[in-house]
């Protein structure tokens, strides 16, 4: 069965520093990897995925993530957060089975201060 | 274009009675998804649709839920007797059809509040 994990239940980073949202997944085949985000009184909004190709991803409002195969994992980075990006950050994952419905990790809630 | 939009955005119910809720995906997305989401807390996996295939109905909590989609478009989840447990905010995503390449586009949800 597949799953994914996002160890941290918060993240504090100062304003101006790298920030990085982990996550791992456990799939059978290869796996399709997204990061979504749902910033305060708003709805989730999908933010980068992982399909093929290069391991380093962009997305949007400045954020990458990093697919390593050997570590089952894909962190979501930023190099210089801002207190905006404060939001509630959801790794999810899916199988390559056509019908495998997408899984998402219980989210990481990110603090980013001034 | 339109994205996905759910109605009611708020529905506040009394402990016991029925509710529906709509969800109208992106036209054109043949994947359809059900969420529940407690106050600030993860996403819980309610149903899936997928075109034509039986849907995936292994997060439903309980016999009290159901949902429908009809001509694979507009989908009705349905909670009968509900219980003050079911007080989440329930989210509806679509997604284009081979949908694990694609991501899901979320809707603003309906608050359900049961008294």
């Known amino acids: 069965a597949q799953s994914v994990a996002q160890p941290e239940d918060q993240v504090n980073v100062a304003e101006g520093n790298p920030l990085t949202v982990k996550c791992t997944y456990s799939?059978?085949?290869?796996?399709?990897l997204f990061w979504y985000v749902q910033y305060p009184n708003r709805g989730l909004q999908f933010l980068l995925k992982?399909?093929?190709?290069?391991?380093l991803v962009k997305g949007s409002y400045g954020f990458e993530a990093e697919f390593n195969k050997s570590q089952t994992s894909f962190h979501l980075k930023k190099p210089s957060a801002l207190v905006s990006d404060s939001a509630l950050y959801f790794c999810?994952?899916?199988?390559?089975?056509?019908?495998?419905?997408?899984?998402f990790g219980k989210g990481t809630r990110l603090h980013i201060l001034p | 274009g339109a994205g996905v939009s759910q109605s009611p955005s708020n529905k506040v119910t009394e402990k016991g009675k029925d509710v529906e809720l709509r969800c109208d995906p992106i036209?054109?997305?043949?994947?359809l998804y059900w969420y529940r989401q407690s106050l600030g807390q993860g996403l819980e996996f309610l149903i899936y649709?997928?075109?034509?295939?039986?849907?995936?109905k292994s997060g439903l909590p309980s016999d009290r839920f159901s949902a429908e989609r009809t001509g694979g478009s507009v989908s009705t989840l349905t909670i009968q007797r509900t219980q003050q447990e079911d007080s989440a905010v329930y989210l509806c995503?679509?997604?284009?059809?081979?949908?694990?390449?694609?991501?899901?586009?979320f809707g603003p949800g309906t608050r359900l509040t049961v008294t």
């Open positions: 649709f997928q075109g034509n295939s039986a849907p995936d």
């Open positions: 999810a994952v899916r199988a390559g089975n056509r019908d495998d419905k997408i899984i």
């Open positions: 036209s054109g997305h043949t994947a």
């Open positions: 995503a679509s997604s284009r059809d081979r949908g694990q390449i694609y991501e899901q586009y």
């Open positions: 992982y399909i093929t190709g290069d391991n």
């Open positions: 799939v059978s085949g290869n796996p399709y």
